[in-house]
């Protein structure tokens, strides 16, 4: 999108204009809330996927120990069955011969058996101890403990037994002295009325031998009552955590137990395995990147805008300048013009982008100018004033122009090339010719007035001897008749008078034009060249003459400075005017200051030589005469005046033809005497 740009007044509202539109705050708040949106659903996810793992790994364990405290139940439960039935069969076996051998027989086996077994009795329907085996030890030997008299749990059991008519549990009790948790088991002895079998079973040996050493390891298991109160345990080595507890009924007869494990294990940790972790490092890096590349999405937005907005207000002042722009890279191709470059040329744009030297606006005249200027600016000898040259408008017409360079350097430093500002001077040459005219015409004028007062002046002051010599004249031709030479020599003599006085105007004229005495002073050519380089480049500019001098060493002369200067500029004017109707190729200006030897004195030689049209044979005799002039506004005393005034300096001023056309004006003067050490050095000055 271009933004356009009009210049304000006021800087503030131009720096306003300048900052990009923000999009709508709608739009923005939709924004936010999605992102915020996402990044909470992407959280959410990632604790709830947190939260599953943890309670599945959780209710796995749980499981596990419920089948485990289920399965060691079972395998209490399967053991005792074993138990009962071999009671059921030794109580059959009973009834035979020999009855108290059998049970010796019978109860030895179903100890062994059954070890958490502690004593095997026969009872009669009274309770009366029929007869009785303990386990061998290690296990608790009853015989001397256990009381004559049965406990109701066991009567209530023998009852049971009875009732149904097999075998009966009965609730469970600790045994008093011994303080061992037991259950004792009634099988009824049909035989006999009322009699029964008793197994007295240690509960704590149920846990310690009935239940696995794996399950044992783990948990820390109790039977309890129903209602929890605890009968026997078998702890692990280490205490149970009391997070996962299960527990399962041990129904045995009419008596329920319940079998309850607590695992040693703790809960499961937050980061339940490496996958998971991984999954979690990688979601929060995901969220984290995700955060960070929308910060930068949105500054790099913003940054394209603002570089956008810029560009415009760039382009805007670009295009709003006068002065031309072109930037070119190191090859000198152009990458960039303005538009008021391309008006100054009158080249498009396109025409220009990607050309190489010569450029389309070159003048094939100054074509080495320009390379020189190119290799110049590539060699790195970069000029900080500007340069004064000539651009070729497409039309053909010629452009003065100032060209400003200026390297380019790249954000990382680097030179890329040149950026050139380029200032059309044609209405500034347009104003300059137009004063130097002006001042040109002035000077004319004042010096033919001057010269019409002074030929005003003479003919006045002249016209009263003459007069006064013409009546003399006539009187004498009246008085020669007479024959008396008297009066006529007095006549005579006052004519030689008026002569006199007519003589007397002329060289009072004669003095006022030699009125200034002339200087004598060590003069250096090469100094004075210099010196007048900027004046006779002046005169050259308009006519676009090129002018090189150069002076040998050892050019000193003894003279006036300034009279010297007024003979070279003299010479030199004649020669660019000379030069006003030749080809702009052939405009060239040449000056030369020798020092020559060999003559009578040595001499210093001055000579300045033009491809102008040169001097005819028909003017050559009379170019060094006073007033003699071929241009229609010259006054023709520059070169007459030059002539005395080298005269004055004991020189010689000449002219010679120019081999191949124009013409060399030179002057000769004598040498300052060489002193050691202070002949001048050797000067000179390229176009
Ligand atoms: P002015 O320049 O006013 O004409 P000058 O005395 O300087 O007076 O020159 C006299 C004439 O000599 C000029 O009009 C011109 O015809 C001729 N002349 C002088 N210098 C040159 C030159 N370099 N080439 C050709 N003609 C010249």
Redesign the pocket.
């Known amino acids: 999108m271009r933004k356009a740009y009009a210049v304000h007044p006021d800087s503030a509202s131009l720096t306003a204009s300048m900052t990009p539109e923000r999009p709508p705050r709608g739009l923005r708040l939709k924004l936010r809330w999605l992102v915020g949106a996402s990044i909470a659903t992407l959280v959410a996810v990632l604790a709830g996927a947190l939260w599953l793992s943890y309670d599945y790994e959780r209710n796995r364990k749980q499981d596990s120990l419920r089948d485990t405290v289920t399965t060691a139940a079972a395998g209490i439960r399967t053991r005792l069955r074993e138990t009962e039935k071999g009671l059921l069969l030794l109580n059959a076996d009973l009834d035979r011969d020999d009855a108290a051998a059998r049970f010796e027989r019978g109860a030895i086996e179903a100890l062994k058996a059954n070890p958490a077994m502690l004593r095997l009795e026969q009872r009669s329907a009274s309770g009366r101890l029929l007869a009785a085996l303990d386990a061998a030890p290690p296990r608790p030997n009853l015989a001397a403990l256990r009381p004559e008299a049965l406990r109701s749990e066991v009567r209530e059991a023998m009852i049971e037994a009875r009732g149904s008519g097999r075998i009966a549990y009965s609730r469970p009790y600790i045994m008093p002295i011994t303080g061992i948790p037991v259950i004792e088991l009634a099988v009824h002895r049909p035989g006999e009325i009322g009699s029964a079998l008793l197994a007295v079973i240690s509960l704590q040996l149920l846990l310690d031998r009935f239940v696995g050493p794996d399950v044992l390891s783990e948990n820390a298991l109790r039977l309890t009552l129903p209602g929890g109160d605890p009968l026997a345990a078998a702890s692990a080595p280490t205490r149970g955590a009391g997070v996962y507890v299960a527990s399962a009924p041990l129904q045995l007869g009419s008596t329920r137990l319940v079998l309850q494990a607590n695992s040693i294990r703790r809960l499961p940790s937050v980061v339940p395995n490496l996958l998971t972790a991984l999954l979690v490092l990688l979601s929060v890096a995901l969220a984290a990147s995700a955060g960070l590349l929308w910060r930068d999405t949105r500054r790099r937005v913003w940054a394209e805008r603002q570089m956008r907005a810029q560009y415009a207000f760039r382009k805007a002042m670009e295009d709003s300048l006068v002065t031309g722009l072109r930037a070119r890279d190191r090859d000198g191709r152009i990458t960039y013009v303005n538009p008021a470059f391309c008006a100054m040329t009158g080249f498009d744009e396109h025409e220009l982008i990607g050309s190489r030297p010569p450029m389309p606006y070159w003048d094939p005249e100054a074509r080495e100018e320009y390379e020189h200027r190119q290799a110049e600016l590539q060699a790195g000898r970069l000029s900080r004033l500007g340069v004064e040259t000539v651009f070729l408008r497409k039309n053909g017409e010629r452009l003065p122009v100032l060209v400003f360079d200026a390297p380019l350097i790249d954000d990382s430093g680097r030179h890329t090339g040149w950026m050139g500002s380029i200032l059309d001077l044609s209405e500034q040459k347009r104003a300059e010719d137009m004063n130097r005219r002006h001042a040109e015409k002035l000077q004319s004028n004042a010096r033919m007035a001057t010269l019409g007062e002074m030929a005003s002046a003479l003919s006045h002051e002249l016209n009263q001897p003459l007069a006064a010599i013409t009546s003399y004249a006539t009187a004498c031709e009246n008085l020669v008749g007479r024959g008396d030479p008297e009066p006529v020599l007095g006549a005579l003599e006052r004519i030689r008078q008026q002569c006199e006085r007519a003589g007397q105007v002329i060289r009072s004229v004669n003095d006022f034009v030699r009125r200034r005495r002339i200087e004598r002073r060590t003069v250096s050519v090469a100094e004075l060249l210099s010196s007048l380089d900027p004046l006779i480049r002046l005169q050259a500019k308009k006519p676009d003459v090129r002018v090189a001098w150069r002076a040998e060493g050892g050019c000193d002369v003894i003279g006036d400075h300034t009279m010297l200067e007024l003979v070279v500029l003299?010479?030199t004017?004649?020669?660019i005017?000379?030069m006003s109707d030749v080809p702009p190729e052939c405009r060239s200006l040449e000056i030369v200051a020798r020092r020559v030897e060999g003559g009578p004195r040595p001499e210093v030689e001055v000579s300045?030589t033009?491809r102008?049209?040169?001097?005819s044979p028909e003017?050559e005799p009379?170019?060094?005469n006073?007033f003699?002039?071929?241009?229609t506004?010259?006054?023709?005393?520059?070169?007459?005046?030059?002539r005395s005034v080298i005269e004055q300096h004991h020189g010689q001023l000449g002219?010679v033809p120019r081999d191949g056309g124009?013409?060399?004006?030179w002057f000769r003067v004598p040498a300052a005497p060489i002193q050691a050490g202070s002949a001048s050095a050797p000067a000179h000055m390229e176009p």
Do not use: Q
């Open positions: 003299n010479l004017r004649n020669a005017d000379s300045v033009d102008g049209r040169g001097v003017d009379h170019l060094f006073p003699f002039s071929t241009k506004e010259g006054m023709g005393i520059g070169l007459s005046l030059c002219h124009g013409a060399r004006f």
